[in-house]
Each structure stands twice: as C-alpha cells, then as structure tokens.
C-alpha cells in the first residue's frame, strides 16, 4: 500500500512590485521593510499563531481566512488519506480471518482490491483538469463527494469480490481527483509568501487521515471503520460548501463581483483588492491573447522544461522505496524483537508520517523546496542502503543478524521521517508551481496520473524485484535510484520559494529580467 499521493498544484497568481498591492507574510517570516508585502521578501521571524491573525498596517491583509479555507479543502485530503490507508487494518480481518464479509477473499485477490484504487486515481487526473476548468475548483470538490460516498457503500456492503475491485476503483477516482483539484484551489487562494505552508496542508491530512484510519481500525471491525470513513465526506461537503470559490477562475469567467467578493473573503472587507484584482485580469488578458491549443502548449519549451522537473520528482518520488519500506514495516519490527504488535507499529509509522510532515509544512517556506528535497533524498538513500544490508545478512545467516534489530527499525524511523519532510510533499507542491497558468490543469493532471501509474506498477512488481534481487538486492536498487533522484534535483530543480508564478515561470523561461506581463509571451 502507497502512504505517500498526495498533489500540492497551486493555480495562478499575481505578481507584483514591492510597492503595488501588499501580500501577507509567511506565517514563519514576516517582512519589516516597508510593509510591503505583495511580492516582497520575508525579513522577521513570527510564530504561526501570531502570523495567522497578523494585519498588514498598509493594505490590512489577512490571512487568517486563507488559512481556514486551505484546511476545509484538505478536508477532502483526510478522507482521501483513509481510503490509503484502509487496506492496512482491512488486511488481517478480510484475508486471514475472513470474519470480515460473508464471502472468501485470497492473498492475490486482496492485492488488486489494494491495487484499483491507483489504477482509480490514474484514470480520472487527466479527465478532471478539463471539469476543473468547466465548473469550477469548488464545484468539483464538492461533487467529489458523491464517488467518496458511493465508493463507501459499495465497500461496506459487497457481497463478492467484483463489488469491492469497483468500490476501491471508484474511491481511487475520488482521492486521485482530489489529488489534483484541492491545491490547485489552495495556491491560487493563498498569497504568495503562504503558498508553500497553506500547499503543504494537502500532504499533512493525507498522514493524518492514514493515522486516523490506523486508529480505528485498532478498536473497530472492517465494517464500523468503514462505515466511519464513509460519513467523513459528507462532512467535508458540508463544510467546504460555505467556503469561497477560487478569484483566479472566477476572473477566467469574467465574474468580476463575485472574485471581488471571494477575495475579500480571504483577505479581509479592510484589504485594497484593486491592484490584486488588475493583476488577476492582466494575468487572465495575456492568456487569451496568447492562447493556443492544448498540444502547442505541451510544446512550448518552456513548459517541456517544467513538466520534465515535475515528471522526474514524481518518478523519484516513488522509486525511492516508500511502498517497500511501508510493506517491510511490520516485519522490522518483529526483526527487533521489539514486542510491538503489528497494528501498533502501523499507528506508530503513521504517527512518525504526521509529525515530519507538519515539520514539513513548518520550513518549507523558509528553508525552502531544494534543500529539502536534497537532504531527504541523500538520508533516504543510506536508510535503504542499511535496511538492504540487514536482509541481505540475514538471507545469508540469520543469526549474524541476532544483535542488529536496531538497525533496520532505527533506519525505518529515519526513512519515514525524512521522506515525509522532503520527498513525500514537495513533488506535488512544486507541481503547482511549475507550469504556466493555461497548461497548469491539463500538466498537473499529467504528472498526478504518472505518479499513481507509478504507484501502482511498483507496488505490484515489488514481488517480482524480491525474487529476482532479492530483499537485500530490492532495498539497493531503490536506494541507487533516490542517489540519481539527488543528483536530478541539483542539477535540475530550481528555487521556487518566496517567487510568484509568474517569476517562476520567467527563470524556467530564462528570462527573469523581464516585466511579469511578458512572462506568457516569453514561453513561446
């Protein structure tokens, strides 16, 4: 099973002049210049509560509101982050005991019911960039509802396999639409210096619905804990229903009032939305003046040059060994003869995953998405390195491994740790980021549907690479693919923090002394 999908794509925003309209600071860094926000650089040290209520003396910004609509969106994240992870508790119940349904499910068969839940989420990232478009990033959460719900109930009363092969195809067309959807709304709502933060929420309650699903599945039978995980969509819907739809669409639309409206909203009745509203239809102008067809777009060189960046962190994200490592967990554990039983080793790897993950969403605006995609990658790698190391001894004598159960658990710990902070959450997040505002749905939907391809053809060939390689073998191989994984991000993945989209796209374009109106003309 693959803990680890989760999107972070941002949708477009404006870029402004230190002395135009002001943007509220990251709720780690604050800047103390000239109040000067919108566009600005990040200067003081703040405290997140302190950053959330903090009004900007100029433009009297707020960001207390955008935090609030960014967590309601990731609502559809946790619900997202329980179908993940409900094949974890479900296993022992359905396949050894069989007290689950009234119907006999085998090893194999348990594997693809895990399995159609990527190929769900594969199939649907592409057709939901266009609905995106059509009906709105609001909307379409929303509607998302409804497959969460059907997918549940047909899970909660199968009665054979087929039904439960649907259930999760269907539950995977939800979680992978959210996948794509949801941080879209939240980087085109959020202000640029709490992009990456309010993106980051995505990944975070993706691990907190996976440990909450661990949580009950701990005290609950397969049919109260999925009934549980069925009612939390409709709770989302219910939430999310009162929270504004994205300015950036509604200007796309031509529905000037209601953007004002939804950007007053965010920032507050005090905040001058003029100059952010001018950019937002400057923005809007130059695509339809540029605009072209889906496939001149593709070829633009510099959306090649961004969806060969996204494409490549995807690859590496899943060929770093995640699913091995997660399918390994519970026989470390019992390795180290730690006395942990199976399900709380899986509560306590999904507590290690929420943790670093919320460290995760603490620096990635200040430190930034190389530094830590570079130093989860190089640890990663001598955490798989080692785990190999231990299984290959112990394939050879199983006794020269008798003193060293600290080693894989200890390099378990750190793995999970480490990839939940780099790795697992700034593939998605630099997803949004990358690509220019009239690619951004139809490119996001590409590189969400290679990762769950990905997911799904090493989770199912992972048997194949232990009998050919063996587990030693297994856990080396994915630790030479994360050390190259390293070397493509330093070679090849820029900066993006603290920049607009549009300075993002300028860099890739190589032309980053030019006025943000000309970015979309640079491109072709």
Not at 36 to 41: E, L, T, V, W
Not at 60 to 67: A, D, F, G, H
Not at 90 to 106: E, K, L, M, R
Request: charged share 15%.
């Amino acid at each position: 099973m693959s803990t680890v999908s989760s999107s972070n794509s941002s949708g477009d925003e404006p870029n402004k002049k230190p002395d135009a309209s002001n943007e509220e600071s990251s709720h780690l860094l604050e800047t103390n210049e000239n109040g000067a926000k919108y566009g600005s650089r990040q200067a003081d040290q703040q405290n997140l509560l302190g950053q959330m209520v903090h009004t900007s003396t100029e433009n009297k910004s707020k960001v207390l509101p955008q935090y609030v609509a960014a967590l309601a969106a990731a609502g559809g994240a946790f619900a997202a982050g329980t179908v993940l992870g409900w094949t974890s508790p479900a296993d022992t119940p359905i396949v050894a005991d069989g007290t689950a349904y009234d119907f006999d499910v085998s090893k194999e068969q348990f594997s693809w019911i895990s399995s159609f839940m990527t190929l769900g989420a594969a199939c649907v990232c592409i057709p939901i960039g266009f609905l995106i478009n059509m009906i709105g990033r609001k909307w379409t959460m929303l509607f998302l509802v409804l497959p969460f719900v059907l997918g549940w109930a047909l899970l909660i009363w199968a009665q054979n396999v087929g039904m439960m092969y649907a259930a999760r195809f269907i539950l995977g067309i939800a979680g992978g639409a959210f996948c794509v959807t949801a941080p879209m709304y939240t980087g085109e709502i959020a202000q640029k210096d709490i992009r990456g933060t309010l993106g980051s929420f995505f990944q975070l309650m993706i691990t907190i619905g996976i440990l909450f699903v661990y949580g009950i599945g701990a005290g609950l039978n397969v049919f109260w804990m999925s009934v549980v995980c069925g009612i939390l969509p409709i709770i989302f819907g219910v939430i999310f229903f009162f929270m504004p739809e994205s300015p950036t669409y509604l200007v796309s639309k031509d529905r000037t009032q209601a953007a004002v409206n939804s950007i007053q909203w965010l920032r507050g009745q005090d905040y001058d939305y003029a100059p952010e509203l001018e950019e937002l239809h400057k923005t809007n102008r130059e695509i339809r003046e540029n605009k072209v067809n889906i496939m001149e777009a593709l070829t633009r060189p510099v959306t090649i040059k961004a969806l060969s960046i996204s494409l490549g962190l995807m690859f590496f994200q899943q060929v770093s060994g995640i699913n091995a490592v997660i399918f390994y967990s519970n026989a470390i554990f019992e390795a180290a003869n730690t006395g942990i039983r199976s399900d709380m080793s899986t509560i306590l790897i999904g507590v290690m995953q929420v943790v670093a993950t919320f460290v995760s969403v603490l620096v990635v605006d200040k430190l930034g998405r190389r530094i830590l995609l570079l130093a989860s990658g190089i640890v990663m790698a001598l955490s798989t390195i080692a785990i190999g190391v231990y299984f290959y001894m112990k394939d050879q004598d199983e006794k020269s491994v008798d003193n060293l159960g600290w080693l894989p658990v200890s390099s378990l710990c750190v793995f999970i740790v480490m990839f939940s902070i780099g790795f697992g959450p700034v593939p998605w997040l630099m997803m949004g980021e990358l690509f220019a505002t009239d690619i951004k749905g139809f490119a996001g939907s590409i590189a969400g549907t290679t990762n769950w391809v990905l997911a799904f053809v090493v989770t199912k060939t992972f048997k194949n690479l232990n009998e050919g390689l063996g587990t030693g073998g297994t856990f080396w191989l994915f630790a030479g693919l994360t050390l190259v994984g390293v070397i493509f991000v330093f070679f090849a993945v820029p900066e993006t923090k603290g920049k607009s989209l549009n300075e993002i796209q300028q860099e890739l374009a190589g032309n980053s002394n030019l006025e943000p109106s000309n970015a979309i003309r640079s491109e072709k």
